[in-house]
């Protein structure tokens, strides 16, 4: 190995182009590929930026060639030389710099290295946990490079916007009250107060509160999150939230605010014009159109309610389902009626795991309709559905009948997702955003028995519920929103209750004595106490964000250092056994829970 001492980087290997011909240069970085062709030997080297061909010239420099014949896959090189034309006939098109080449006057080799387990390249399709392991090396390919490029100047760019909007960035604690209401928290053990336990924050909500009543007025902050949860594509254990809340401020003003921003990341970063305002659409509109608080508008396949139809018919399977206070629905797939048995089966599978009972069919070809449920309906029952459904020739209708409607709804928009899906509709430079709003206040816990917060405990409820609020809880709407993008949840946030009396009355929904209440938050209700602001605010999901910008399907992709499905970390083998001192020193004994 040789010393790096003296020698100075010019420029980096990515950003050298034909108007650099003629300049001395100086670049570091990794051999990407070595070709021996006899007299000349081609080095490509990359950095961050990029790539850039370096030649070694027996007849020039022996002595360079010579060492150059030294190279391999991911070596460390530093190299000085002259820029030079590739010549009309050498030129790669494919290549940034592939009008240009650097004639080596000085090798120097800084680090050798092993064979790596995968190759250094864009579309790499080694394995998960193999990539994970060697994680260094999956963020030295270009892609990832440009995933975190992005995710950097996402940040910057955030900072920045809402700085001009008159926000302050500031922190809030790390360590935090447990105050246990939705995810599991994460839990750290107090070694100067024994027994006792700080939780990482699920997010700052109670603190950004409590910064409006300081009356900071603007706050926000890009931090990091904790959460305990099942772990799936779209989650992490440890995430980044943009964070934010405002004071004097309605639903309009956080919305206007938040859309001005996203605009504005999406033109300064991609390039892409996105029209403002938003699409609204209450809560109740999207469930009963699309079968999901989220849904995705690149394509159609609406759902349409067919219960007063098949409501009454010889169809045990459909009139059961509306007589026992459910329904009948289907979705319309235009041009599908070329889906054959098996790719239908298949799908018949897939709504079961939404816990839908079946699927049945009805498609139209070449004038003739096949169905597997038309034999039952009488002539006028099938016609209804098939205008109902504004079926045409080459369509095929898909239907659910549940006495659960919650499970008709969800199982036909998980279906007609995952046929955009098969049928390749899911254009990613389509971008189509919406606003969800008007939320339940509560859901029903079957798990806990009692009602629970949909948003969270501090969200207020909609100005024409409140009478509902004391009287019918259940049926109350709240004033919370979400911004979606393509299916997937951006952001959410909410107005919040900022009067004593409003949220001892929604600790007493949740079935929180006045004692819990006053154990778990009574830090926040003596805030209340001394002047309260109106205020509210939204937390978006940073590495969503990024992620569907860069056009991944994974949140992996963009976090340096992810978790993998069990909350682990493959590359330093985290969460690990620590030493008896240690537990001791916290007063802590382990358990083994299997014995």
């Known amino acids: 190995m040789e010393s790096f001492k003296g020698f100075r980087r010019t420029h980096y290997c990515g950003t050298l182009r034909a108007s650099d011909i003629g300049k001395e240069v100086s670049v570091c970085g990794w051999v990407q590929r070595r070709r021996d062709l006899g007299g000349l030997i081609f080095v490509t080297v990359r950095d961050r930026s990029g790539i850039v061909q370096c030649t070694f010239d027996e007849a020039y420099r022996k002595d360079l060639f010579d060492k150059a014949g030294e190279l391999r896959s991911e070596y460390v090189v530093a190299i000085r030389g002259t820029v030079r034309s590739r010549g009309e006939g050498a030129i790669n098109k494919d290549m940034p710099t592939g009008e240009i080449e650097i004639l080596t006057e000085e090798l120097r080799i800084l680090s050798r290295a092993e064979t790596p387990p995968f190759e250094i390249v864009d579309g790499l399709k080694a394995n998960d946990a193999l990539k994970l392991k060697y994680r260094y090396l999956d963020l030295r390919r270009p892609e990832m490079q440009r995933n975190i490029e992005l995710r950097h100047r996402a940040a910057q760019l955030t900072r920045n916007f809402f700085s001009a909007e008159g926000f302050y960035e500031i922190e809030t604690p790390m360590l935090t009250k447990s105050t246990p209401e939705g995810a599991r928290d994460y839990l750290v053990p107090s070694r100067v107060h024994p027994g006792s336990f700080y939780a990482l924050p699920q997010s700052p909500q109670q603190y950004k509160q409590i910064l409006m009543m300081a009356g900071f007025d603007r706050y926000m902050q890009i931090v990091r999150c904790f959460r305990d949860e099942d772990l799936r594509a779209d989650r992490q254990p440890e995430f980044t939230q943009i964070d934010l809340e405002m004071s004097f401020v309605d639903i309009d003003d956080i919305i206007s605010i938040n859309e001005r921003f996203i605009r504005k990341l999406f033109a300064e970063l991609l390039g892409v014009n996105v029209e403002i305002p938003f699409r609204r659409m209450p809560y109740k509109e999207a469930m009963e159109r699309y079968g999901s608080d989220k849904p995705d508008l690149r394509f159609g396949f609406e759902i349409r309610d ?149 948003h969270h405990p501090f969200t207020a409820p909609m100005d024409e519920d409140i009478d509902l609020f004391y009287t019918a809880p259940e049926k109350c709407r709240a004033k919370a929103y979400d911004m979606v993008l393509n299916g997937t949840e951006l952001g959410g946030g909410s107005i919040r209750i900022y009067t004593r009396e409003m949220q001892n009355r929604m600790f007493e929904i949740l079935g929180f004595s006045r004692e819990e209440a006053e154990a778990r938050f009574g830090h926040l209700l003596n805030a209340f106490k001394y002047g309260t602001p109106p205020h509210g605010g939204l937390a978006f999901g940073f590495d969503r964000i990024v992620m569907l910008m860069a056009g991944c399907d994974s949140l992996r992709d963009v976090i340096p250092f992810p978790k993998v499905q069990n909350a682990s970390e493959p590359m330093t083998n985290c969460p690990s056994p620590v030493t008896e001192e240690q537990l001791k020193e916290l007063g802590i004994a382990v358990i083994n829970s299997e014995e």
Not at 322 to 339: F, H, N, P, W, Y
Not at 343 to 354: A, G, Q
Not at 416 to 422: I, L, Q, W
């Open 306 to 454: 067919i219960s007063d139809i098949a409501g009454k018919c010889g169809f045990k399977v459909f009139s059961s389902a509306v007589q026992e206070g459910g329904s009948v629905r289907l979705i319309k797939v235009d041009s599908g009626a070329t889906m054959t048995r098996k790719e239908i089966d298949s799908l018949s599978e897939f709504v079961k795991t939404y816990r839908a009972k079946g699927l049945a069919w009805l498609k139209q070809q070449d004038g003739a309709v096949t169905s597997s449920f038309g034999k039952f309906l009488t002539e006028e029952e099938n016609a209804a559905i098939i205008q109902r459904a504004e079926m045409k020739d080459g369509d095929i209708i898909f239907v659910v009948a549940d006495a659960n409607d919650e499970i008709t709804l969800t199982s036909l928009g998980a279906l007609r997702v995952e046929v955009a899906k098969r049928l390749g509709l899911l254009r990613r430079d389509d971008f189509r955003f919406l606003w969800v709003t008007e939320f339940p206040l509560f859901e029903y816990s079957e798990e806990e028995g009692r009602l629970v917060a949909r």
